[in-house]
């Protein structure tokens, strides 16, 4: 009897544990209420293949953390994501004193693990891993406009608050 005992209780726990696994691993609603909030960009990072339309010509832009306003000319990205209706804003900052650049408005989707942003002009949607406190968007672009969508888009953003302005 204690035996079979053991055995049940082992088979609940086997159970239980594949059953937590596959709700938490589904992630969609995790991703979903970790986007809430205001995010900076950290990083981005873009190999560009075929580059110039030159078959097995490639290269990397990169822009690191301490990197943006001597590479670009700008402040991080800001992304402020909302429950209500599901929007999104992205501003471009500049990195002087003059005003800050674009703001993008738009709406945010998420399945599975993927994060579709939709604006007047553009749907955007990336493969997107939470780890943390940072959040990588991965996505093939024609980033070099050869008319190849053949280059390897990473953005690493990193959440500042749990609320936007």
């Not at 995010?39 to 990397?60: K, M, P």
Request: charged share 25%; hydrophobic share 35%.
């Amino acid at each position: 009897m204690r035996y079979a005992s053991l055995i049940f209780s082992l088979l609940l726990f086997v159970a239980y544990s594949c059953n937590s696994e596959s709700s938490s691993t589904a992630g969609q609603p995790d991703l979903a209420k970790a986007l809430i909030g205001t995010w900076e960009s950290v990083s981005v990072n873009v190999l560009v293949q075929s580059a110039d339309s030159i078959e097995g010509e490639s290269y990397e832009f990169v822009i690191g953390e301490n990197e943006w306003e001597t590479k670009i000319g700008s402040l991080p990205i800001l992304s402020y994501y909302e429950t209500e209706n599901n929007t999104y804003r992205m501003l471009f900052r500049n990195a002087s004193t003059l005003p800050d650049g674009d703001m993008v408005r738009g709406k945010w989707f998420v399945n599975d693990n993927v994060l579709r942003l939709v604006t007047e002009k553009d749907t955007n949607e990336y493969e997107v891993t939470l780890d943390g406190g940072l959040m990588t968007f991965k996505q093939t672009v024609d980033w070099d406009g050869d008319g190849a969508t053949d280059d390897e888009y990473t953005a690493v953003h990193r959440k500042i608050s749990n609320y936007t302005r």
